[in-house]
Nanobody
């Protein structure tokens, strides 16, 4: 089992920045991907970003590309999502997720991931 805890959400004005954190505990000695997804009001959950164990491989949704950076901490079991130039449409609950081998290869899909956190809320005001 893996336990994921997100933090760092909050209220920010448009154009501002936030750094979300996700700490993983439990079965964390393996090689695993981590991802960020979000669910806005009245919307379906959608992919935001993903990162490999080494941190070399990353992927982003077009909606956040160029404004967001996903990276791992030195201990590998904490993942961050730095979000800049935030927009009202970024308002959502942000979830982190962990994906253990075998990988199905669809790192931008909800079904790829094995474990999920409870989410942290981000609200971007005008």
């Amino acid at each position: 089992q893996v336990h994921l805890v997100e933090s760092g959400g909050g209220l920010v004005q448009a154009g501002g920045s936030l750094r979300l954190s996700c700490a993983a505990s439990g079965r964390t000695s393996d090689d695993y991907y981590m991802g960020w997804f979000r669910q806005g009001p009245g919307k379906e959950r959608e992919f935001v970003a993903t990162i490999s164990w080494s941190g070399v491989n990353t992927g982003y949704a077009d909606s956040v590309k160029g404004r967001s950076t996903i990276f791992r901490g030195n201990d590998k079991n904490t993942v961050y999502l730095q979000m800049n130039d935030l927009r009202p449409e970024d308002t959502a609950v942000y979830y982190c997720a962990a994906d253990f081998p075998p990988y199905r290869g669809y790192m931008d899909e909800i079904g790829e991931y094995d474990y999920w956190g409870q989410g942290t809320e981000v609200t971007v005001s005008l």
